[in-house]
């Protein structure tokens, strides 16, 4: 039996002993991660201290002025309708698109599966160009929720498609042995199942139409982020910005309150892998050519019309649109920043994710929900909060490593989600040899773990990049004097109604998303095995 340090026998045993000595060597070892994880958690909630910083300096009887006030209460009905008609919209438009090219015999089922997914290649706001340019009368609400539906019902599809690959067929099975119809298996059996894909894809394009700009000021239809740019270019009110601001930022954590509470705490795991067959595709006979109209309309207004409306700007505009020096910059500017802003927060998203796999707990889970808190805030919210800030050290107003920050803090979790799920593939045994052998904690993180995490890390750079090549309102706050990014070009052109010359910037933009859609598609379907 061994003695401790104070000469009593030890009592644990053995295997307890084996378990707990590689413990107690690696945390003070690794303490630095938890402290870098920290760091960036901290440096996360800087726009909601920013908002609560600014209500405090305001005062209350000035804020309550800006915040009480009938034109904040015209914007929260706007927000509200809008909420009330466009995701109900998606999650049934993008559940009968998953049904029929999922668990019919729907012909072409895989190309109108790919068709359903690549609108997200086409930014919301060139969908907002292309409908506006195509119908110059189409404004205000019913527009508002038109170009929305057709722009995101996508993020509900794909969660939608995913969750219906893993359900068990044998449920099915015995609910219509049961003597139920198709329509009530359907209900009270798979649209259960469905819960968490619908609560999660419907606080996704919630959040997507709260922090949404050029859609809406294309169509000119007032809402939050748009009040917020006007209030910033034109009269630069930092206190009514900033309150704005504040009720939207509140309006995102009371949308997370709201999809937790419909997601609830019931358990949706089943133990076993189910039936080992893929589901029974339902025949639709004479419904085939009906149910066909769908997806092809859906297609048709979600890629036709954008592609269509490019073609024949594009057309109108000749060889002279091909402003290739200024086109080249602006592709280089775009480059430079989606690659620095992808670099770094992949960088800075390596402690926490390496914290929530190999240190998972109560302080973990509080630092990453900082995270991921504030990347569901807009990004009009985030450059407020950084415009204040680097106002008082004139040195970082409108610089590089502003805008590369804000970048950091918007889509930190796109990596971050990446990177947990590869770090969680790599033995945590390979990473304590290497410090055995005499490498610095440091080193073996980078040289053993990184190394085996490399393609989750390479997937959070490229959506990382492709948020950052699609992003507006903060580049336009942020970015230094002379920046021209695709997006903030193509916007600057159709600001001056020049819908011809801004159709090449809108064609690269959805060029270069091309490739990170179809990698998504694939993900979903290699993911569930099909």
């Not at 910083?53 to 927000?79: C, D, I, K, M």
């Not at 920046?483 to 010359?501: C, K, P, R, V």
Request: hydrophobic letters at 55%.
């Amino acid at each position: 039996m061994s003695l401790t340090a104070f000469g009593k026998p030890s009592r644990l045993s053995p295997a307890r002993r084996s378990h707990a000595v590689p413990r107690l060597r690696r945390w003070p070892r690794h303490l630095w991660m938890p402290g870098l994880a920290l760091l960036v958690s901290l440096a996360a909630l800087l726009p909601l201290g920013f908002i609560g910083w600014v209500a405090v300096r305001t005062g209350w009887a000035t804020a309550s002025a800006l915040v009480f006030r009938p034109r904040v209460g015209e914007l929260l009905l706007n927000t509200a309708m809008l909420m009330a008609l466009t995701v109900p919209a998606c999650a049934v438009l993008a559940l009968a698109l998953a049904w029929l090219t999922e668990r019919s015999d729907l012909p072409g089922a895989r190309v109108w599966a790919w068709l359903a997914v690549a609108p997200l290649a086409v930014p919301a706001f060139v969908h907002g160009y292309a409908w506006v340019t195509l119908i110059p009368s189409l404004h205000g609400l019913f527009a508002g929720v038109l170009v929305s539906v057709l722009a995101y019902s996508a993020f509900l599809y794909l969660p939608i498609v995913a969750a219906l690959r893993r359900c068990d067929p044998a449920l099915e099975d015995v609910a219509a042995s049961l003597g139920l119809s198709p329509w009530r298996v359907f209900r009270r059996v798979v649209l259960p199942q469905l819960r968490l894909a619908l609560c999660g894809g419907s606080l996704l394009i919630g959040l997507h139409l709260l922090a949404e700009y050029g859609l809406f000021a294309m169509i000119r239809f007032d809402t939050f982020t748009t009040a917020i740019m006007d209030q910033f270019q034109s009269a630069y009110n930092g206190p009514a910005a900033s309150m704005l601001g504040a009720v939207l930022a509140l309006c995102c954590l009371g949308l997370l309150g709201l999809e937790a509470g419909a997601r609830g705490g019931e358990r949706y795991a089943r133990l076993g892998g189910g039936a080992a067959r893929p589901p029974r595709r339902h025949r639709l006979g004479r419904a085939r050519l009906a149910c066909l109209l769908l997806p092809a309309t859906v297609s048709l207004l979600a890629l036709g019309v954008p592609l269509v409306t490019l073609a024949r700007w594009l057309a109108a505009g000749g060889a002279g649109v091909w402003r290739l020096p200024e086109i080249g910059m602006a592709l280089g500017q775009t480059g430079l920043l989606a690659a620095t802003g992808a670099v770094v927060a992949t960088l800075a998203a390596i402690p926490m994710a390496w914290l929530s796999v190999r240190a998972p707990g109560r302080l973990q889970r509080a630092l990453e929900g900082c995270n991921y808190v504030v990347g569901s805030l807009p990004g009009v919210v985030v450059a407020l909060a950084l415009v204040a800030a680097t106002v008082q050290v004139r040195a970082l107003y409108q610089t590089v490593a502003t805008i590369v920050l804000a970048y950091v803090l918007m889509f930190l979790p796109r990596a971050m989600l990446s990177l947990r799920a590869s770090i969680a593939q790599a033995p945590a045994e390979l990473e304590q040899a290497a410090t055995s052998l005499g490498r610095s904690p440091a080193r073996a993180l980078w040289t053993v773990t990184i190394r085996l995490a490399a393609p989750g890390a390479a997937a959070g750079m490229a959506l990382v990049a492709l948020g950052i090549t699609n992003e507006l309102t903060a580049t336009q706050m942020l970015a230094p004097s002379g920046t021209q990014t695709l997006a903030t070009t193509f916007w600057a052109y159709t600001g001056e109604i020049d819908y011809a010359s801004a159709a090449p910037y809108a064609l690269l933009m959805v060029l270069f998303s091309l490739p990170m859609t179809w990698l998504l598609h694939a993900q979903s379907r290699r993911a569930t095995g099909r």
